[in-house]
Every structure is written in structure tokens, then in C-alpha cells.
């Protein structure tokens, strides 16, 4: 394989999960040119170096100015007069060692443009526009025009005369298991899964690992008819074997081919313009027209119009008429046309974040050919950013003053940029998009000023695969908090921004920090995490304590933002999706029929026998009431819990499953392979044999239930012995014995196992769906178990079992350490039970995907979110009050689908015949003007004065505090809180939330919580 053809697997994890590895191989050989490294430039060459491509070459003439450190992340005011390429080179290219990084302070010409095969522009002029995409599109380079100005921003794509695309929207290809295949024709295809099928007329369906009917294996894709629910036919088999069994069918994508206009010719056709926030479908079409008049007016005057110059409005207005002479609008924005010239001169990094971002993603499918190219106008404006009101700016207080921020102040004025450097802002997690998001705070002077200040808090260390999409960090990093490196990189961007870095996970356990006072302290808070439960945390603390969130997340080319607004919009809440059913487990103990299934199972042996028992191990040590407790949950569990960790303490020369050796954890790996492969599916044959009925006299071993076979154990097989080693060595650690990867000296050690002899039992049974497994749990054990566990509890508690004692491993799952053995494992187990299923195996990087449950991650999405949701960032600074300024935002860059839509507003409830929204509480000063705290009597009477209601019951997180009892009204009401609901009330704790039930409308769902001051 050539050095090309080899990707680094570990530097580009997540990415791979969104690109695959053939899209990436193709990128390897894609040399990219962008000229202009303004911020619009140098997000784009970032997210491009980012992604692996050859070789970038950044281009620019022009030397460094103020303007630049508005959104250049890259220059600083020490750069200012040198050339914008060559400054931003050193950075550039540490940002990914695999890509050439070069700079070009030349002009662009022709000689220079042959030498790409994509060729981005910004800040460019409409003449070189023009001239540059006529010479790419006729010598097939694919060719990028990205512009911003102010609020507003551009993209055009022209890939040439044919452009063949290999997957238009990188979905996972259509994949069932077949149920049957008829000898017919047409052969018609039933298939069996638990999913709903996606196969449509049309497609083209390859099919592997049939049995019987084995010329499906080898024939070419063949299209697909009549599709069904479960089936479908194809061509003629009459002639081909019977179908015996087995088989999967998968679709096969097909390339299409599409043809691009050049610019000169785009212009003309509004058809071309791909619409995103369907309320501003005019004024887009009308941008169409401004960005082209701009370029006659600065062509015109040397220069952008200037910040609210009215005379340059009208100018500008007037080409764009000229121009509608000819296009002729239905309706022409024109008051749009006047504040885009207002703000031209703007130049602000949440833009040029998510322009930069799309036209990254632009640039990758160029180079990869996976998905579908922007076709070929996107326009996109966030003038709702500007005051709702009408503002006393004029030209001269906009205009540029020298220093860092003139970009934005040519924008919002001077008075909003102080105001932007007093905000004391929480970010939580610096990762993906914590490290964006970090950066545009740098470059918008977020809490730069005296009176502000961001606090971040991340608890995570930096990782190689970290390094492909969070650009704040370099492989020295490695192994250092992910929130002080982050700070350390954005002072260097902004050297007035003050940051305090914390690495604490953001839960009831460190309230202690982020208490009351924190959060009463900030102006706002923006959320970059990665998980749901942390983010449904934080969301109530923002409610709780009336300040607004930002939230945004990624999955591959799919991103979202949402901002949550006080008093006026629904907060994020609570996560009611059921995409996370849990597969059942009599599928993963016996009837499993997807890789999926399979490499789940594998994660649930991995767990159990080198997390699970070691860790109980540990804790029968450390509690003297472990057995006693565990005796608790029931008979089957406390058998299989207490069975494992005695065998865990005694030694296997006493029948126990405890090494003294690396030879004893080979010879334990082997007959663990002999139990899992051989023998648990010999006992499953027995009791379903591959012709059994059910008692309707149907087989058996159909749809969904696929008739395992044995296997048997070949030392010379690859996968048999990565398995032994793998959890041989695994074993050695959780008993801290020392193993090896020598594979000989393990075959040769194996060759003195002794493997037990196996019988199937007929008396055993096996549960066909979860409920007889529950069913099974709750029925009493028979005297034979019930003996086992008294026996067990015995030897458990004798005196002579102190001389075993031994602190063991329990090991944590680790996915991305590849010299841990952890994958090596769950490769293993999982392929080798697919094979006794005749699953297709998946290779060590799909299943890392999945058992790894890795979210798909690329730096194209993450920049466009963060740019998005500091857009947002701005209204709320401002203090917008109109739901109608906000915007939620939906992406889906596979096809450059993105929508805009307005927030939802706060739901009103009724309590007492007076409506609430989630942001109304009843706030009660539990100790007035310093007086002793008040009694829950004095509280019950406070709320009926206030709000004419009657507290008939008091709720404290799960537990009633309050249902009537006369006793309990002479009580403090923190004493109450701390005697009924049995809760510990710390210092740091400055406000207790009870949530009462009240007499006027006991049926109410939902009511405002008390918020009781301490």
C-alpha cells in the first residue's frame, strides 16, 4: 500500500466514521489552493488542513491591518504590515502534520491554478471571479468562489461540465438478512430484521454469504422491483440451486454524474440559489443582486461603502436596480440592500465560522466525490443580529479606530463592544466545538474587558483523536486538561481575554462550584457537550437560575443550535426520543441476527468479566454487608453475582477460575472460547434443533432467529487466536499477571490446555423473549440452587478465605488505545459469534464505531455550529426581546440542506386560573430582613397571601415532605427538608426548590417551583 493509501487511523478517528476510508484516500491526493487569508480564508484553509488533504497552498498579496484581527485567528497585532499568508503559515501547518502547507504572496495566474485540483477564492473581485472560473471550468478544476461581508455571506460551487458524484448522501447502504429466495421467475426476496426497510424500486442490491442458492454470491449488482414491506424480486433464477439458508442483501449506491454552469452563467439563473431560512426567500434573491452591485461600486470608488453611509446606500441601491432592470424581482429588498451596505465594512468571525464552514465541507467533496455538491448559490444574511430599534449610529462612530475589534465595531459601535468585554460568560466543554467556540469569543473580545471574564470547565485530557477537529490543541498537548490548554490557546489569539479553566464535570457533584452565586454571577452560558444527560443537567440550572443557554451539537455532517432565552422561549428540556431502545436480551444471549447484536454482546462479556467481577471483588473486600446485600436482589442474580466472584478467589487448581500463571490465563482464555463458541451453541441446538417447530407447526429457525453452528477451535485461524491472546492478557491484568502478544509461545502454551469435556443437558432452558427471562427471575430457585447459594454464602464468610485476599483490576473500557487489547477483544468475540450466526464480520474499524458508541465527527460541521450559535450570541448581549430575531438552526451538509426557523415559545400552563411559563417560580427569602428562618406554617401562609394559593402537599426532589401533618408545620422548612426527605442541605447551597401541589388545581402536571432563599 502507498504512503498515500495509508490513513492514520488515529489522528482522523472520528472523521473516518464520517468520510470512510475510500473517500479519504482520494482526498490524499487533492491538492487545494485558497487565495485571501482574511478570517473568511483562514477558517476555510483550517478546516481543509484539518480534513487530510495533500497539499493546501494559501494565497494572499495584501498585508496584515487591524481589520484582519477581527476574525484572523492566526495574526497577531505584532503582524501587523506583513503579508496575511506568510504570517499565518507556521500556524497553518501545525494544525496537521500529514498536509503539505504552503503559502504564495504572488498573484494568482493561470500557470499557478494548474497545479490544483480545487481552487477556492475569497475576497475576491467579480472580474477575477469570472475570469478564474471560466479558465478551471475548462481545464476541470473544481473551483470555489466564498464571500463575506458584514452580516451577510456567499458561496458559489462550479465542479465542471460532468462532475460524478460515488454517494450522494453517505447513508448506510440498505442491508437485510434473506428468510428465503424462490427458484422463479422473477426470483422474489423475503428478508427478515427488525427494521424498517429502506430498499426502493430501482436500486441495486448485491447479495453474500447465501447457502445453497450460492451463484446470488457472484453475480454482478442486480436491480431490484416490487418492493415490499420484507420483499422484493429480482432476475430470473429459475435456474440457479435451491436456497438452503443464510444469506444477507445489501444495496450497492450508485454513482450519479451532474453538470455545473459557469459563474458567468450562474448569475443569470436564480433556479441556482438553494434557499435555508424560507421567511427571507426575497431578500436572498435580492443579495444575489447586492453582492454583484458591491462589486461595481468598489470598482467604482476603490473601496466598501462606508459604516451608515447614506449617500453609499443610495449608490449602492441604484446598481442594484440597474441590475433588476434585467432580472426583474418580484419584490426587491431594499431596505436589506441599505444595511447590507451599512455593515459592509463588518468583518466578524461567527460569519466567516459558518461560511468557512460550508465551503470546507465544499471543498472535501471536490476532492472525496462523497456527497452532493452545493448546486450551485447559497446566500445567507443574520441581519436580525443588528438592534431591534433604531440605534444613534453614524459613520463616525463606526468608524475604525484601530484596534483588534474594528471589524465588529463597523458593525454594532463601540458602546456594544464594551458591553461584549463586560460579559461573564460559563463555557462547559472544551472539545469540538468548545475550541470554536473559544475562538470566536477570543476574536469578539467576549469578556476581554476589566468586569469580564469566561469561566471553562472540562474534565476530559487531550487525545490524538482529538487533534483532527479541536484546532486548539497540538500533539505536545496530549494527555493535558482540554480547558487549560484551550485557555493557554486563545490568550495567545487574544491577549486581553481573561479565562478562568477549570476540569470539573458539571453535575450535582459539583454544585459546590457552580453554586448560586456562580450562576447568578454570569450573563450567560454557552453549552459544548457531548452528551444528553449533561446537557438536560445544565439546561434546568440555566432555568433554575433565569439565564440564557446556548447549545449546539454535531454527528457527523448533521448539526443543530438552539438558544434558550429567559421568559420568552421553551428551554431545551428533556430528551423524549426512543432512538435509544436497548436491544433485547434474549437477541443478544441467543437469537442475534446484526453485526450490531453481536459486538454488543461482546461490550456485555467484556464488562462482566474484566470490569464487573473484578470491581465485586473489590467491594466484598472493602464491605462487610456486600454478600448480604447482593443476597437481596434475588436468587438468580445473586447466584450468577456470588458464583463468579468465588470462582474469582479460589484458585483453579480447587475447581475456581483465580491464575497463579500467565499459563493459567491462557488455558482460562481457551476453555472460555470453548464455552462461548462450542458449547453454549451445542446446548442451544439441543434444545432447538435446526429442524425444530413451534407449536403451530412452523419451523423454528426462521425470520429473525438465524440457526447457529458450532465452532471449532484452529490455532492456525486468525481470529480463533487474536481472541485467546486478547483475553488471556486481559485476564493477566485484572490478577496482575504480565502476558505477551507472542503468538508462538501462545500456541505452544496451548498446546498442554486441557479442555473439558461438554455435554448438552436437557434440562436446561432457554428463553425465548425477555419476559420469561423477567418471569424466570421472579419464580422461586429449586432446592439445588437454593443449596448452591447457602453454600456459597458458607465459604464466603469462613475465616481461612482472609489468606486469599488480593486487591484486583477492574478495567475500564478504553476504545481508542489500540496497544490495550481492549478492541482486539471485542473484534474477536464479536466476529467469531457472527460466525457462528452467519453474520458478515465487520472489520476493527466499523466495529470500534459502534461497540465504541462513537459519535461521527469532522471540523466542517463544528465550525458552521459554533459560527451559528455565536450569531445568536450577539442578540442575546443586545438583550433581543422579539422571538422573531432568534433562529434555531438545522444542517444537514450531506446535501448543503440547512433551515432556519424561529424558536419555540415558552408553553403557558394555568395554576389557580393564572397562567405560567416554565421560567415562573415563586421566590420566598427564607430568613426576611435576618430574622429566624421561617417555619413551614409561615410558608404555606406566605404562598396564599402572595398568590392566593393553598399549598396541600410539598415535594423535595422525589420525596414528600409535606402532606397535611400538622406536626411538621412548627418546623423550619429546611429542618423539614432534611428530616423527611432525609437530604443533607451543604453550605454552598443558597436555594432550595420544592414543588408544592396545591389545593386549587391538584390535577395540574406542571406548576412553578418554590424557589426558597436560605
Known sequence: MSEIDQIDEGFYSRQLYVLGHEAMRRMARADVLIAGMRGLGVEIAKNVILSGV?????????????????????????????????????????????????????????????????????????????????????????????????????????????????????????????????????????????????????????????????????????????????????????????????????????????????????????????????????????????????????????????????????????????????????????????????????????????????????????????????????????????????????EATLSAKGTRYDGQIAVFGPAFQEKLERQKYFLVGAGAIGCELFKNFALMGLGAGEEGRITVTDMDFIERSNLNRQFLFRSQDIG????????RAVREMNPQMNITAHQDRLDPGSEGVYDYDFFMGLDGVAAALDNMEARVYLDGRCVQHQKALLEGGTSGLQGHTLVVVPNLTKSYGRDTSSSNEGIPLCTLKNFPHRIEHTLQWARDQFEGLFKQTPANVNLFWSDKGFVERTLGLGDAEALEVLGGLWSSLEDMEAGGQRPRSWEDCVSWARCQWETLYNNDIRQLLHCFPPKAVTAAGLSFWTGSKICPHPLTFDPYNTTHMEYVVAAANLYGQIFGISGTRDRASVKETLERVHV?????????????????????????????????LEELRRKLASPSLKSSFMQMKPTDFEKDDDSNFHMDYIVAASNLRAENYDIPAADRHKSKGIAGSIIPAIATTTAAVAGLMCLELYKLVQGHQKIS???????????????????????????????????????????????????????????????????????????????????????????????????????????LELIPSFTEDEECDTVPPIRYML
Open 54 to 394: 495533500k497539499s493546501v497552498t494559501v494565497q494572499d498579496e495584501g498585508q496584515v491591518v487591524w481589520t484582519d484581527l477581527s476574525s484572523q485567528f492566526f495574526l497577531k497585532e505584532s503582524h501587523l504590515g506583513q503579508n496575511r499568508a506568510t504570517c499565518s503559515l507556521q500556524q497553518l501547518s501545525a494544525l496537521n502534520p500529514g498536509v503539505r502547507v504552503s503559502a504564495s504572496t504572488e498573484p494568482l495566474d493561470e500557470e499557478l491554478l494548474l497545479q490544483f485540483q480545487v481552487v477556492v477564492l475569497t475576497g475576491s473581485s467579480l472580474s477575477d471571479q469570472k475570469c478564474f472560473n471560466e479558465f478551471c471550468h475548462l481545464n476541470g478544476i473544481k473551483f470555489i468562489v466564498a464571500d463575506t461581508k458584514g452580516l451577510c455571506g456567499q458561496l458559489f460551487c462550479d465542479f465542471g461540465k460532468e462532475f460524478e458524484v460515488l454517494d450522494q448522501d453517505g447513508e448506510k447502504p440498505a442491508t437485510a438478512m434473506i428468510q428465503s429466495v424462490s427458484q422463479a421467475n422473477p426470483g422474489v426476496v423475503l428478508f427478515t430484521d427488525d427494521r424498517q426497510s429502506t430498499f426502493s424500486d430501482g436500486s441495486k442490491v448485491s447479495f453474500s454469504e447465501v447457502r445453497g442458492m450460492t451463484e446470488l454470491n457472484s453475480i454482478d449488482p442486480v436491480d431490484i422491483k416490487d418492493c415490499g414491506k420484507y420483499s422484493f424480486s429480482i432476475g430470473d433464477t429459475s435456474a440457479f440451486s435451491q436456497y438452503e439458508r443464510g444469506g444477507v442483501v445489501t444495496e450497492v449506491k450508485q454513482p450519479c454524474v451532474l453538470t455545473f454552469k459557469t459563474l458567468n452563467e450562474a448569475l443569470l439563473d436564480h433556479t441556482l440559489l438553494k434557499m435555508n431560512d424560507y421567511g427571507k426567500i426575497h431578500r436572498h434573491r435580492t443579495l444575489h443582486l447586492a453582492f454583484q452591485a458591491l462589486h461595481g461600486f468598489v470598482e467604482k470608488e476603490q473601496r466598501l461603502p462606508g459604516p451608515r453611509s447614506q449617500s453609499d446606500a443610495d449608490a449602492l441601491l441604484a446598481i442594484v436596480g440597474k441590475l433588476n432592470t434585467v432580472t426583474q424581482l418580484e419584490q426587491l429588498d431594499e431596505a436589506a440592500v441599505r444595511t447590507f451596505s451599512y455593515t459592509a465594512r463588518g468583518d466578524l468571525a461567527p460569519i466567516n465560522a459558518f461560511i468557512g464552514g460550508l465551503a470546507a465541507q465544499e471543498v472535501i467533496k471536490a476532492c472525496s466525490r462523497k456527497y452532493t455538491p452545493l448546486n450551485q448559490w447559497l446566500y445567507f444574511d443574520a441581519l436580525e443580529c443588528l438592534p431591534e430599534e433604531e440605534d444613534e449610529l453614524t
Open 480 to 487: 493535558k486538561p482540554k480547558s487549560e490548554v484551550a485557555a
Open 756 to 788: 473439558p469435556y461438554f455435554t448438552p443437558k436437557s434440562s436446561v432452558k432457554i428463553h425465548l423473549t425477555d419476559k420469561e427471562m423477567e418471569e424466570e427471575k421472579q419464580e422461586d430457585r429449586d432446592d439445588a440452587e437454593k443449596a448452591r
Open 885 to 991: 430575531s432568534y433562529r434555531t438552526a438545522y444542517m444537514y451538509l450531506p446535501v448543503t440542506h440547512i433551515v432556519f426557523a424561529q424558536p419555540t415559545q415558552a408553553k403557558t400552563f394555568e395554576v389557580g386560573e393564572k397562567k405560567y411559563t416554565l421560567w415562573d417560580n415563586f421566590l420566598v427569602v427564607g430568613k426576611p430582613n435576618g430574622q429566624q428562618e421561617m417555619t413551614l406554617r409561615e410558608l404555606i401562609r406566605y404562598i396564599l397571601d402572595e398568590y392566593s394559593l393553598s399549598i396541600c402537599e410539598l415535594y423535595y426532589g422525589p420525596a414528600i415532605v409535606y402532606m397535611g401533618q400538622e406536626e411538621r408545620l412548627q418546623l423550619s422548612v429546611s429542618e423539614v427538608v432534611r428530616t423527611f426527605a432525609k437530604a443533607e442541605i451543604p453550605p454552598h447551597k443558597k436555594m
